[in-house]
Every structure is written in C-alpha cells, then in structure tokens.
C-alpha cells in the first residue's frame, strides 16, 4: 500500500523559512492529486495547498504568495516551501494524496503530520 513519510518542520521566529518533504512510495491506485493540509489547535483540518490533475498550483487565501507547493515529475516527492512564517501558521501540516474527483484522502493516503511552530 502506499506510504507518505514526512521530513522537516520544526519551531522557527515570525517571518522565517521551513521546507517540509514528502516521500511517497507504493502505487496509489485510481486518478489522484497531491496536497498539503493542516490542523491547528482547535481548529478544523484545513487545505492548505494542492497540486491538481492539471498541474495547477492552488493554495489557499491566507498563505498565498508565501507557500509554494512542488513535487518532481514521478509525483514521488512533494514539497511545500513556507516563507514570511506567520504565527498564524502554527499547525500540524499532513502531505496528503487525494481523490482528484472527489477530494477525499483514505486511511492509506496521509503523511504522519509534521509539527510547525511559529513564534511571534
């Protein structure tokens, strides 16, 4: 089955730089799309970015033009580059494969989470 590993975060100062990274392995089978999602405390799982099954990059309003979301051509490994780190974006971040129809993300398809700490 297929397995999304996680690498990067960390505890930054506002206005700092994270990379995260996500090695995928195994198949993923049907038609699917790569994403970024996050949850903060108390909040509801949010997506934050999302390379579609046009290749188009979206991202959602608070981190346009300051996350840029990216993978290699094998859709092996995807990124998501934060910069101009707001307090706001302290989260747990998933990578995450879901359904391009759909949307939805099964047990198979999401990242082990990754902590990112922002401090104002």
């Known amino acids: 089955q297929v397995r999304l590993v996680q690498s990067g975060g960390g505890s930054v100062q506002a206005g700092g730089s994270l990379r995260l990274s996500c090695v995928v392995s195994g198949y993923i089978y049907g038609s699917y799309c790569m994403a970024w999602f996050r949850q903060a405390p108390g909040k509801e799982r949010e997506e934050v970015a999302r390379i579609d099954s046009a290749g188009r990059h979206q991202y959602t309003d608070s981190v346009k033009g300051r996350f840029t979301i990216s993978q290699d051509n094998a859709k092996k490994n995807l990124y998501l580059q934060m910069n101009s780190l707001k307090s706001e974006d302290t989260a747990m971040y998933y990578c995450?494969?879901?359904?391009?129809?759909?949307?939805?993300?099964?047990?198979?398809?999401w990242g082990q989470g990754t902590q990112v700490t922002v401090s104002s």
């Open positions: 995450a494969a879901p359904d391009c129809a759909s949307g939805h993300v099964d047990s198979n398809g």
